[in-house]
């Protein structure tokens, strides 16, 4: 890549660290809808400091009322897309840092975002920026656009496509390097049906705030005694599970102490409502609650639903209940599978609900697979830039994690995570490098050059 580029990307750092944690410091969690602010103020306030600094850095931007925001390099009627998002999920349990602070230590900015997705995103239109500044001809346009709804329903990009046309080919900074070329698809159920009126009662549970996290905690109170206190250190004896009972004015209150993440990657997570399932059904809970406790527990795979299934290019069936609530008499929960290439969703539906019975299964979200073959002209520019700037072998790989590389036609995932990083998103003291942040801004700047250039 021209010097020129490296030379910029370098003399950015401050004002992107400086931006960065303007981000941070913006909350931007989904709330109610209000006029103009369909995610609600927070996401609004955070979409409009955005667009303020993208101004800021000379470019022009465009507000797809509060859905979106569209930023454009070049006036080609051809375009390359960088999508990203502006949203971020709730803060979750176990954070040693405050989420919101920005605030950075031995080189790592913490705080929700930082990684899913303003760091990425923002290193990106730094990209842009660097491209632009060098005065590198583009052949084609980049269009970058951020959503706001990304961690939820994905209305922004329905918006935004009903009222744009979205570039054919791009990438979304919104997950791993070296790249990812395979998603699999997804399958949201939701799930109601009425509390039972026999064994255990349960008074209060209400567990989750989103379908794709993996709860860390889920409390329960239920009708009993000292009784139910000694049958839960029973058997949190026998499973080795983090459990706690204790006698309350209310009733005896349960805890369930799971290990957080996000839907998509179980492995080494465990999901507290599977744990409180198989506790409440132990206790003599019956109905939805034995019911759920048999078909899902403590599995991430499906297999009790019926739902296990596999292929190469994608690997397993993923499976969590991000949330169990009883309200008002009526238990109502979510299943966020995230299902292989070769999988038939509606199999997987009446399997589901095969295995549930009493149960009302409804499906909310399903999105089909995503695939763009490694040796396509995209994948090999992609490569080849994550090469050049790292030095390492550059190797496609296939998440369950859905990104908006899926609404391109020819769309992949491109970074910000490198192979030997942690990945906290959606995750307990979530952080990014500094130094990994520029040199992913150096990679999207080659990336940038090679499509567009
Ligand atoms: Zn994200």
Redesign the pocket.
């Known amino acids: 890549m021209n010097q020129k580029v490296y030379e910029l990307i370098d003399s950015y750092r401050d004002e992107f660290t400086a931006m960065l944690q303007g981000w941070i410091r913006t909350p931007s969690v989904k709330g109610d809808a209000e006029s103009g602010a369909p995610f609600g103020r927070d996401v609004r306030k955070m979409l409009d400091r955005a667009m303020a600094d993208a101004k800021s850095l000379g470019f022009a931007v465009r507000d797809f009322d509060g859905y979106a925001c569209d930023i454009t390099l070049g006036d080609a009627e051809e375009k390359i897309a960088v999508l990203g ?1 502006l949203d971020v999920v709730p803060v979750g349990d176990g954070w040693t840092k405050l989420p919101f602070d920005a605030v950075i230590e031995n080189g790592r900015m913490y705080g929700r975002g930082t990684n ?2 303003k760091g990425p995103s923002l290193a990106a239109l730094f990209a842009m920026k660097a491209v632009r500044d060098a005065g590198i001809p583009l052949k084609k346009s980049i269009r970058m656009i951020l959503g706001c709804d ?2 939820s329903g994905w209305e922004d990009m329905e918006y935004y496509g009903a009222r744009e046309k979205i570039p054919d080919v791009g990438f979304s900074p ?1 997950a791993s390097f070296p790249l990812i070329n395979t998603e699999k698809g997804m399958l949201v159920q939701e799930l109601r049906a009425p509390a039972a009126a026999t064994g255990l009662k349960i008074l209060k549970l209400s567990t989750g705030d989103r379908i794709n996290v993996i709860p860390g905690e889920c409390c329960a109170v239920v009708e009993g005694g000292e009784e139910l206190v000694r049958k839960t250190e029973a058997y949190a004896a026998k499973t080795g599970l983090p459990y706690t009972a204790e006698v309350t004015a209310e009733g005896v209150l349960l805890t369930a102490l799971g290990i957080p993440g996000h839907s998509a990657y179980p492995e080494g997570r465990r999901n507290a409502i599977g744990m409180m399932l198989l506790l409440l059904r132990e206790l003599g809970a019956e109905g939805p609650v034995a019911t759920l406790a048999e078909a899902v527990g403590l599995e991430s795979d499906g297999k009790s639903l019926g739902c296990a299934c596999r292929d190469d290019v994608s690997k397993a069936l993923t499976c969590n209940m991000g949330i169990l609530r009883l309200e008002n008499g009526e238990w109502y929960g979510t299943l966020d599978m995230r299902c292989p290439v070769t999988a038939d969703q509606e199999k997987l539906k009446k399997e589901t609900a095969a295995h549930l019975p009493g149960i009302r299964v409804t499906v909310d979200t399903q999105k089909p697979p995503h695939h763009v073959p490694a040796d396509s002209e995209l994948v090999t520019a992609l490569l080849a830039s994550y090469e050049e700037e790292t030095g390492l072998k550059g190797e496609p790989i296939s998440t369950g994690g859905g ?1 908006y590389a899926k609404v391109l036609k020819q769309g992949v995932a491109f970074g910000a995570l490198f192979p030997d990083e942690e990945d906290l ?1 959606h995750q307990a003291d979530e952080y990014e490098d500094i130094d990994r942040l520029m040199l992913a801004m150096k990679i999207y700047a080659n990336a940038l050059i090679r499509l567009a250039g």
């Open positions: 998002h899913d997705d990304e961690e919104d990104t998103a």
